[in-house]
């Protein structure tokens, strides 16, 4: 009966928290406070679960962040992060320095922390957070390369701070030089087994036809996972090698990607909300009151002070205007990564490590208050954003082994620039042919001056060959029309 009550539980916390998912959506709020919020209801000052763990925490904190990341780099389009790439990693590596000195520098000087805890306190605050800047900013029409900063930084700055937490939090503090001297043998060594776990993953799934299409998107969780264990057992960043190994199999032409995707975002959903109800009922409601005033004030110094000076210490030379400055200032959220962070220096039983997992906790839940609801309103008046942007289209592919060619499905958006062009407008490649169109419920073959609309499901045959060349034809006339390559427009992904 005990496993029975126990599914019975789980299914109906489950439920609860994709209801909050509706809630969240139209407040603007990121999904991770009401999870947060179901965690303490269900804790020590509600049901009464006590979990109190901070090892076993530690460790299924950072199994869900893996999965997490994993989604991040397969839903994200290389092809609109790209532009933004060299201002994340800027952000990431001299931002996050920035971000750490000045929070530490608050909280040592006008709260009274001793230095250590301090810089661990800098540091667990640092990283932006992939769940909270996917959930709120993908629902924003900004320009592609904001928003790639933005979500090319929140993959990125994990790694980084995770060595710099965990050489913190060891008793045994390593020098200045042998952390920096870490820190890049373990960036580069993780970001070099990411590349080539995401190219042989995808050079593999490409010449294998698996027996089911299901198959497909365990695959490629696993090779993302792989990655992560592969860089931990030669001492690298996992976390670094799951994103840039995500990212490469997520932009690489595999055999049912949209399926891939949407396994991997139902997943991370589930490690989202297993994860903040985790934290939520790993926190002790009656040790937060004594945390507050240090919290808000290192809140509000990482908020204010830190993340606008990283953003401007980090930016000149990306051509990045004020307005974008600003925006990037206010919009680097914090989520469930300082949380889990925060949980390593407690696991090792680091003095001061439970009061600095309560001042995070008060941090992330207040600031992701203030920030969250407010970037819609900001991006207006900043006028950062872009009306009437036409929807990406959804290109599914299953391989025909044997004949060396991929069946190709594509539903045409309402908003695409598809609808209207004829067939041979299209201009595909040799090798790749339209033949079948489903248009509301009735299947025929089309002729070359069919003409498409918006609803239509097209089934496009390729050869192997052709079928990188006739995706990004597709692309780029649902983009921009049948004269795309008039306006630039090349349809990469």
Excluded at 47 to 76: H, K
Excluded at 82 to 91: E, H, M, N
Excluded at 180 to 201: D, M, S, T, W
């Amino acid at each position: 009966m005990e496993l029975d009550l126990w599914l019975l539980l789980g299914s109906v916390v489950v439920i609860a928290a994709i209801v909050a998912v509706r809630l969240a959506h139209r407040s603007g709020l990121p999904s991770l406070l009401l999870y947060l919020a179901l965690g303490l209801l269900l804790g020590e000052a509600g049901f009464g679960i006590r979990f109190d763990n901070m090892i076993v925490a530690e460790n299924l904190g950072l199994a869900a962040l893996v999965l997490i990341l994993a989604e991040g780099g397969l839903t994200t389009r290389w092809s609109a992060v790209r532009p933004g790439v060299p201002a994340a990693l800027s952000l990431s590596i001299a931002g996050t320095a920035v971000s750490i000195v000045v929070v530490a520098a608050a909280a040592h000087w006008l709260v009274g922390i001793e230095w250590r805890l301090a810089m661990l306190l800098g540091a667990v605050l640092a990283p932006t957070d992939a769940a909270a800047v996917f959930s709120v900013l993908r629902r924003l029409p900004l320009p592609e390369r904001l928003t790639g900063v933005l979500e090319a930084e929140s993959g990125f700055n994990d790694a980084p701070v995770v060595i710099l937490v965990v050489a913190l939090s060891s008793h045994h503090a390593p020098t200045p030089l042998l952390m920096v001297a870490e820190l890049v043998y373990e960036l580069a060594v993780g970001a070099v087994i990411g590349l080539v776990v995401g190219r042989f993953g995808a050079f593999a799934l490409r010449r294998a036809a698996l027996p089911a299409s299901g198959l497909y998107p365990i695959a490629v969780l696993s090779l993302t996972v792989g990655a992560y264990g592969a860089a931990s057992m030669a001492h690298a960043s996992g976390f670094l090698a799951t994103y840039i190994s995500a990212l490469v199999l997520g932009n690489s032409p595999l055999p049912h990607r949209p399926a891939t995707r949407g396994f991997a975002e139902g997943l991370a959903w589930l490690a989202q909300i297993g994860l903040f109800i985790m934290l939520g009922i790993l926190d002790s409601p009656q040790e937060l009151p004594a945390q507050i005033g240090a919290a808000l004030i290192c809140g509000f110094a990482l908020v204010l002070v830190a993340r606008p000076l990283s953003v401007l210490v980090s930016t000149p030379f990306f051509g990045i205007g004020w307005r974008e400055k600003a925006f990037l200032s206010w919009a680097g959220l914090r989520g469930a990564v300082p949380i889990v962070l925060a949980t390593i220096p407690a696991s090792a039983g680091l003095p001061g490590a439970h009061a600095l997992f309560a001042q995070v906790f008060i941090i992330v839940v207040v600031f992701t208050l203030l920030q969250g609801p407010t970037l819609a309103s900001l991006a207006r008046v900043l006028k950062v954003t872009i009306p009437d942007r036409a929807r990406e289209i959804d290109i599914e592919a299953a391989p025909l082994e044997e004949l060396h060619a991929d069946l190709l499905e594509i539903r045409i958006p309402p908003d695409s620039h598809l609808n209207g062009v004829e067939i041979f407008e299209l201009r595909l490649p040799e090798g790749a042919v339209i033949t079948l169109v489903v248009r509301e419920g009735q299947s025929f073959v089309p002729g070359p001056d069919t003409a498409l609309q918006a609803g239509d499901e097209l089934l496009v045959v390729a050869t192997s060959a052709a079928r990188p060349a006739a995706e990004r034809r597709l692309r780029a006339v649902s983009r921009r029309g049948k004269l795309a390559g008039w306006y630039g427009e090349r349809g990469e992904e």
